[in-house]
T-cell receptor, first 113, second 112 residues
Framework: GAGVSQTPSNKVTEKGKYVELRCDPISGHTALYWYRQSLGQGPEFLIYFQGTGAADDSGLPNDRFFAVRPEGSVSTLKIQRTERGDSAVYLC???????????FGPGTRLTVL | AQKVTQAQTEISVVEKEDVTLDCVYETRDTTYYLFWYKQPPSGELVFLIRRNSFDEQNEISGRYSWNFQKSTSSFNFTITASQVVDSAVYFCAQGGSEKLVFGKGTKLTVNP
């Protein structure tokens, strides 16, 4: 079956702009996660959805970051007023339920100029 | 707080050598899970193994084996008879409930 998909694969934007990153989880997976991976580092947790609700958003760095999952499937990570420090690979993962094995997508590489 | 330490930043071996990647974790959870993921140059994280904190049995899958020792909070990963295709960054991760905490990864290079 299809894995987790993320679009776009690459996004280049200018400082101050707004961006949206999309994640399509594995069909049937109720849990969805966003992580951010900076160069040379491991992924860092941002937010976790169980169904439509954000069950844990403790990893969002500040209020410029927001994520939604309105129908319990596809999720969008939104970043307002982007800064150069937001440049990273944004990874999405999904699992059947919270605490189950997480399967990752290929990531979106965000570059803020 | 949860923490995962992978002390080896980079390892380089020659094909057919055995190699062990170290992972030490810290957690106050009584029930938790430990994971290993592989990140090849293509970038996608590939799931390798998940262990429950109550199950300390070592596991072998082909050339891969994992040694879980709760007494030393370690979950080490051994590749036997390494191959060039094993070249990747390997991440150890720990999760108590939902979110995973990752180590910084170990970059393994297997030379022909």
């Amino acid at each position: 079956g299809a894995g987790v998909s993320q679009t776009p694969s690459n996004k280049v934007t200018e400082k101050g702009k707004y961006v949206e990153l999309r994640c399509d989880p594995i069909s049937g997976h109720t849990a969805l996660y966003w992580y951010r991976q900076s160069l040379g580092q491991g992924p860092e947790f941002l937010i976790y959805f169980q169904g439509t609700g954000a069950a844990d958003d403790s990893g969002l760095p500040n209020d410029r970051f927001f994520a939604v999952r309105p129908e319990g499937s596809v999720s969008t990570l939104k970043i307002q007023r982007t800064e150069r420090g937001d440049s990273a690979v944004y990874l999405c993962a999904s699992s059947f339920w919270g605490a189950d094995t997480q399967y990752f997508g290929p990531g979106t590489r965000l570059t803020v100029l | 707080a949860q923490k995962v330490t992978q002390a080896q930043t980079e390892i380089s071996v020659v094909e057919k050598e055995d190699v062990t990647l170290d992972c030490v974790y810290e957690t106050r959870d009584t029930t938790y899970y430990l994971f290993w993921y592989k990140q090849p140059p293509s970038g996608e994280l590939v799931f390798l193994i998940r262990r429950n904190s109550f199950d300390e049995q070592n596991e072998i899958s082909g050339r891969y084996s994992w040694n879980f020792q709760k007494s030393t909070s370690s979950f080490n990963f051994t590749i036997t008879a390494s191959q060039v295709v094993d070249s990747a960054v390997y991440f150890c991760a720990q999760g108590g409930s939902e979110k995973l905490v990752f180590g910084k990864g170990t970059k393994l290079t297997v030379n022909p």
